[in-house]
């Protein structure tokens, strides 16, 4: 009798006690959808690298020379999801993974075949927007483990998102790897290491020789509540059989050893912000040797009944093919597409839009923007109307700091035009929220062509380029 | 003794077990042990925006209801919830 009642109590306890754990479980689930209407004569058109054969509405790029200087203006949607199941064991454990479904434009291929005859095949990723469906187009971003495997310390092992401390000009993207953070009073060092591609396989059947890697280390300072000072190191290796795209004359077989200094910074003072960065780059590009520099600042002011923004951005840029070299390192991926991005200018033309998806085309793509640089001013003001309506309004104008031969030919003169400057852009939006969770936005943008661009197209100087999108977005 | 030993052990383990369940809706004072420390999280099925609301909601309940160290580990939980909500809004291709 004895025996059994504490066989009872010991079960009980051990009911109790799984019960417990049970609890302890903590499973997240979050998501996006967006779909979004786009009128454009840029996105979409042949303006940019939207050209015959692309599976998407452009490649990155607006390329308007030798084309046509008036073209159809393009009508789409396109439409994405995306999906993040966290499994949270404790406060200090869980597995991170975010997926996404998207569709580059309705209509564009169903049952892995496309829509148009005799272009890309319509498999795959981004892929199923026309009737009928059905095609596998499930993308995993990113699945990672986030552990505090000590007081104070965070690791992050796996396929994860990271950027870089320089407003996302040298690297923001996925990328597989294993990440350190500390936080010790007011300092948070960090340390990591990244491979982006390992290239073995195409030339000896051996991985992890032919690789692209990245080893940081980053570190921010609380010097006071109002100030906050940052210092990082970037050694960017890459011996990949892939492209970088910073060059003029890119080659198929990197040789890259860049290691990258960086010194940030951010004060505020009552209603002023002020932020910036200078970054400066030393060491071999495909046997080129290599200085390049980045200067940014930027302020915000809250004036009136919104906030007043402003941003400055200077990147080095490059002439030549041969000898040293002033070409800005930035990380690409092994197709030749940009895996950074400078969003802090709110531009939609002039630079990449924080509304693109697939269709993500841009007159200054990347940081280092074909190796010519870039100059750029930006203002902008944040005007709230009232607690579901939000408003912004923005200008910019943007130059290359160096000219070279990805400067596009005049038709008329048979050379490139003299002047640098790409042009001036103007945009505005609205965002309101409709239900909780749920919002829609427009946003249009207009570009006064610069002299850059001054008759290079077929019959002319090219259209001024513009983009008008709604957007339905629910975040959950 | 040994039974009155057993009764009041089942007692406690079985009023922890009702104590972990209960912790879903927490009072004006009370701690939210979800937030904290991943517990009593059966019936947790928040929204990004839910979750950013509460978390606002504790941290303003502030050193009343949690110590500094709590407080912290509140800020870090909003950090991680704006990033999520950044990550699923995150442009690109």
């Known amino acids: 009798m004895k025996k059994s009642s504490v066989l009872a109590a010991v079960l009980t306890l051990g009911i109790a006690a799984a019960a417990t754990s049970a609890c302890a479980f903590e499973n997240e689930f979050h998501g996006m959808f967006s779909a979004r209407y786009i009128n454009s004569n840029f996105n979409g058109t042949s303006t940019t690298s939207f050209s015959d054969g692309a599976k998407y509405g452009g490649d990155g790029f607006y390329m308007p020379e030798g084309k046509p200087k008036n073209v159809f203006s393009s009508n789409f949607i396109e439409q994405r999801a995306r999906l993040q199941y966290i499994a949270k064991a404790n406060a200090d454990l869980k597995l991170v993974t975010h997926f996404e479904l998207d569709y580059t434009y309705w209509g564009n291929s169903s049952f892995g075949f496309n829509s148009a005859p005799g272009v890309s095949s319509g498999s795959g990723r981004n892929g199923g927007g026309a009737i009928g469906a059905d095609t596998v187009n499930f993308e995993?971003?990113?699945?990672?483990?986030?552990?505090?495997?000590?007081?104070?310390?965070?690791?992050?092992?796996?396929?994860?998102?990271?950027?870089?401390?320089?407003?996302?000009?040298?690297?923001?993207?996925?990328?597989?790897?294993?990440?350190f953070s500390s936080s010790y009073k007011n300092f948070t060092p960090s340390i990591a290491y990244f491979r982006f591609n390992d290239s073995g396989v195409a030339q000896d059947r051996v991985l992890g020789h032919l690789t692209n890697d990245l080893f940081l280390l980053d570190g921010k300072y609380a010097v006071s509540k109002d100030l906050k000072v940052g210092a990082a190191y970037y050694l960017f290796r890459n011996n990949a059989v892939t492209t970088n795209s910073n060059l003029l004359n890119d080659v198929a077989k990197q040789d890259v050893k860049m290691s990258t200094f960086g010194l940030n910074a951010e004060y505020t003072s009552g209603p002023l912000t002020l932020n910036g960065f200078g970054v400066l780059q030393a060491g071999t590009v495909n046997a080129r040797s290599t200085t390049a520099w980045a200067l940014n600042a930027g302020a915000k002011y809250k004036v009136g009944p919104g906030t007043a923004r402003t941003e400055f951005l200077y990147v080095s840029g490059d002439n030549k093919t041969t000898g040293h070299s002033n070409a800005f390192y930035s990380v690409f991926n092994h197709i030749g597409l940009n895996e950074h991005g400078y969003y802090d200018n709110e531009m939609a033309i002039l630079g990449r839009d924080k509304n693109a998806y697939t269709t993500d085309n841009s007159i200054i793509p990347s940081a280092g923007n074909n190796a010519q640089g870039q100059i750029g001013g930006y203002i902008g003001y944040d005007l709230p109307i009232n607690a579901k309506l939000t408003t912004a309004f923005n200008a910019g104008f943007a130059a290359v700091a160096k000219e070279n031969a990805n400067k596009p030919i005049n038709t008329k003169t048979g050379g490139a035009n003299k002047s640098n400057y790409l042009g001036t852009e103007i945009n505005a939006e609205a965002t309101y929220q409709l239900l909780d969770g749920l919002t829609v936005g427009t946003r249009a943008a207009y570009v006064m062509l610069g002299d850059y661009y001054k008759d290079v197209a077929l019959n002319g100087t090219p259209e001024n380029p513009y983009d008008f999108k709604l957007i339905f977005k629910y975040t959950f | 003794m040994k039974r009155t030993l057993i009764a009041v052990l089942t007692a406690v383990a079985l009023s922890a077990t009702t104590m972990a369940f209960a912790q879903d809706a927490p009072k004006a004072n009370a701690k939210d042990e979800c937030l904290l420390v991943s517990k009593g999280c059966m019936n947790e099925v928040d929204s990004i925006q839910q979750k950013l609301k509460k978390i606002n909601t504790e941290?303003?309940?502030?050193?009343?209801?949690?110590?500094?160290?709590?407080?912290?580990?509140?800020?870090?939980?909003?950090?991680?919830?704006?990033?999520?909500?950044?990550?699923?809004?995150?442009?690109?291709?």
């Open chain 2, 59 to 93: 941290i303003k309940k502030g050193k009343k209801v949690y110590s500094a160290e709590e407080l912290k580990k509140l800020e870090q939980k909003l950090k991680e919830a704006n990033e999520i909500l950044d990550s699923l809004s995150k442009p690109g291709r």
């Open chain 1, 140 to 179: 995993t971003k990113s699945v990672y483990l986030d552990a505090n495997v000590a007081k104070g310390v965070n690791m992050k092992l796996g396929m994860q998102p990271y950027n870089d401390s320089f407003k996302g000009i040298l690297f923001d993207a996925d990328m597989a790897g294993i990440a």
